[in-house]
């Protein structure tokens, strides 16, 4: 099988299953390529393949080469203009033949979308394609309207247990232009000194990614923290009032989500009138690594929690006992626990996402009204979209590809393994005898940490004990009410097991779950949160009682600890 070959099988994987491409490369042993050579042929289509998709796109050649498929046609298109050596096989072998006889036509379209992306010469391009591909974007040819190549923008969340968004605007900020949309700020084009509200989370502002930041004062003093929008839903989601009762951070290091804990319990207080900011409610803060204990409370520190962070380090959560004493006035819980990190942005080599080109697609058919936008089989207009369910996946798996059962085999035993500690974990949560409300997150892609583990809980005895339902969607804060992307309904319908069809509405829990895409309009990470609220009109025989704990296991078993934020 030749090196085209296994380069389209490694794109063809990349883009299915979302694993980088070093893993799927040098995670399988019997590849007839050399590794390196693979790996490097891999990278440098899938950066180019936004530009190469177009060019194939518009010259029609997939059409009459019927027997190349896009990422095959990707991969030798890009050795033919891009490769110092050409075409690494025989000028007569059929599959340098198939691209090479047009070439003519594949290079004035090349020509073409250099000059739309306004390069002068394909040096050019080349340093755009790779400043591009550095900072996680898609070098798109449309420059007006609504960016269709964003850029992840720099979000920062003001901590309001030391300032005020206010005060922020007026000092760090002051120099800054405001803009409405996010757009400005996140386009390939936007720089400098622009500023966006966000609109959803409290107290959550984003500037361009090329601004610097972690010079200023106020973000060595701990009033900034930079964090991920999304990785601010669980907290504001959670929504701990003063007086309502202690809070636990099952999996608190680094310590972004125990800290805006922090932060909205203070707000919620101060709102409420309380004279101690946080009410008597305090943050039980566990984490199980050592290290990463260290760090927690060098963050609590620098943010002014101290006072209502009580930090448990080098605690494992699952040796909690739920029916201590200590934990008697526990009344939510968040839970932020490893995952595969699929989510994280750079986790696919820096952002590199393949754009494949449509077999049947031509230059007229890709023109829009404006003749500006494309549309291609396999690449919508939004870049760098997150895959959607496995159900209407697309797949492109040419016949002699090579198998990437190991590689899928990997994926599938270590998201089992993580799948099972995160409902372990969550049905110890629901044990907590005074909890009334839990939120679970992760910031993976893969319904199996998400959705399924969701669904799994909720059918598991523990929650139908002691009567756990999904927060829907209508009881949640407004912010997250209004957030447009939530969980997956094949997903959640999908994991039900027998006793739960019928007995659980798997569209309530699809509905009450919330998503967020990588490489979106919306400029978050990958990521997936679930409410979960005591619901005493469901409560079963069992009940809350104040000193039971349920029928959860005590599995302290270690478990494969996963990437963490
Ligand atoms: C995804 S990170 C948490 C990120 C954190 N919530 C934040 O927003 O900064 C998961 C953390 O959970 C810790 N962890 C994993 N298993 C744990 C357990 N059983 N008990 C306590 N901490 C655990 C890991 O060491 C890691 O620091």
């Given amino acids: 099988m030749s090196l085209y070959h296994e380069a389209a099988s490694v794109l063809d994987t990349a883009r299915k299953k979302s694993i980088p491409l070093k893993s799927i490369i040098y995670n399988k042993k019997d590849w007839k390529s050399d590794p390196k050579t693979l790996f490097a042929l891999s990278t440098e289509a899938a950066k180019w393949s936004e530009v190469l998709s177009e060019v194939l796109e518009r010259s029609g050649v997939l059409k009459i080469e019927k027997q190349l498929t896009p990422t095959l046609a990707l991969v030798l298109t890009h050795d033919l203009f891009l490769s110092k050596r050409g075409i690494a096989l025989p000028a007569t072998h059929g599959l340098t033949t198939s ?47 609504k960016p269709s190549s964003v850029r992840h923008p720099r979000w920062i969340r003001i901590n309001t247990l030391k300032t005020t968004l206010e005060e922020q605007l007026k000092s760090t900020f002051a120099d800054y232009e405001q803009v409405r949309a996010l757009s400005k700020v996140i386009s390939p084009s936007a720089s400098g000194k622009r500023l966006h509200v966000d609109e959803h989370v409290p107290n959550l502002i984003a500037i361009p990614a090329s601004t610097e930041l972690t010079t200023s004062q106020a973000y060595k003093n701990g009033h900034l923290i930079l964090q991920d929008k999304a990785s601010c839903f669980p907290a504001y989601l959670l929504d701990p009032k ?5 809070v636990i951070d099952a999996c608190a290091a680094p310590g972004n989500k125990t800290t805006h804990l922090a932060a909205v319990l203070h707000d919620n207080a101060a709102s409420a009138g309380a004279s101690s900011g946080h009410g008597r409610s305090k943050i039980i803060a566990c984490e199980k690594d050592a290290t990463r204990s ?43 626990p490893s995952c595969s990190g699929s989510g994280i942005v750079g986790r696919d080599e820096g952002g590199i996402t393949v754009h494949l080109p449509s077999a049947t697609a031509t230059e007229d058919a890709v023109q829009t009204k404006a003749g500006k936008k494309r549309k291609r089989a396999g690449s919508t207009a939004k870049p760098a979209p997150a895959p959607p369910p496995p159900a209407t996946q697309e797949t492109v798996v040419e016949e002699e590809a090579p198998t990437t059962e190991d590689t899928e085999a990997k994926l599938q035993t270590r998201l089992a393994n993580l799948s099972g500690f995160q409902l372990r974990l ?23 940490e998400n959705e399924h583990v969701v669904v799994k809980a909720l059918q598991s005895p523990i929650a139908a004990e002691k009567g756990w339902r ?69 409560m079963g025989t069992n009940g809350h009682d104040a000193h039971g704990t349920g029928t959860v296991q005590d599995d302290t078993e270690e478990e494969w600890s996963g990437f963490d934020e």
């Fill in 426 to 448: 969550l049905q110890r949560a629901m044990a907590f005898p005074a909890a009334k409300r839990i939120t679970y997150s992760t910031c993976s892609i893969h319904p199996e």
């Fill in 242 to 246: 003063a007086g309502d009762g202690d």
């Fill in 470 to 538: 999904i927060m829907r969607r209508s009881e949640q804060v407004e912010g997250m009410r209004k957030w447009h992307r939530r969980g997956w309904r094949e997903a959640a319908r999908s994991a039900l097991n027998e006793d739960g069809e019928g007995s659980i509405d798997w569209n309530e829990i699809a509905e009450g779950c919330i998503r967020c895409e990588k490489g979106s309009e919306d400029g978050t990470m990958g990521f997936f949160v679930a409410g979960f609220v005591w619901d005493v009109g469901e």
């Fill in 294 to 336: 260290l760090t927690l409370q060098k963050m609590a520190k620098l943010a002014d929690g101290e006072r209502i962070i009580h930090i448990k380090a080098k605690q494992d959560f699952m040796k909690l006992d739920p029916a201590a004493k200590e934990f008697a006035n526990v009344t939510a819980l968040l839970l932020d």
């Fill in 99 to 145: 691209i090479s006889k047009h070439k003519a036509r594949l290079s004035a379209e090349l020509t073409k979308a250099r000059l739309r992306r306004g390069c002068a010469t394909l040096e050019q391009l080349r340093a755009k394609i790779n400043e591009h591909a550095a900072n996680g974007a898609a070098v798109d040819g449309d420059s007006e309207g």
